[in-house]
């Protein structure tokens, strides 16, 4: 089994920051793409950002110049740095790994529990 821990969610004023942190544990052989969607509320859950193994990242439009994915493979862990946070931010993010757990084996899909980020004065 493999798990995701996300961290560093909370309230936090517009134009402000805050830094998120995703821990991959469990029996992992690869990590291939890791990535942070969000949730807002009555709405549909949508892609932020992306990062893949080799650390090549992408971004959804809105959030490009403000936000930064990045990833520590040593540590099976993705980071999302988000500055310039604006209230149309605020959703619940979640953490996404793409993991093989066997060289034999096919990637599976892991999903975190998800995190509050609320921008708001």
């Known amino acids: 089994q493999v798990q995701l821990v996300e961290s560093g969610g909370g309230l936090v004023q517009p134009g402000g920051s805050l830094r998120l942190s995703c821990a991959a544990s469990?029996?992992?052989?690869?990590?291939?793409?890791m990535s942070w969607y969000r949730q807002a509320p009555g709405q549909q859950r949508e892609l932020v950002a992306i990062?893949?193994?080799?650390?090549?990242?992408d971004y959804r439009d809105s959030v490009k110049g403000r936000f930064t994915i990045s990833r520590d493979n040593a540590k099976n862990t993705t980071y999302l740095q988000m500055n310039s946070l604006k209230p149309e931010d605020t959703a619940v993010y979640y953490c996404?790994?793409?993991?093989?757990?066997?060289?034999?084996?096919?990637?599976?899909?892991?999903w975190g529990q998800g995190t509050q980020v609320t921008v708001s004065s």
């Open positions: 990062v893949t193994s080799g650390g090549s990242p």
């Open positions: 469990g029996n992992i052989f690869t990590i291939n793409d």
């Open positions: 996404y790994a793409s993991v093989r757990t066997w060289p034999w084996s096919s990637a599976y899909d892991y």
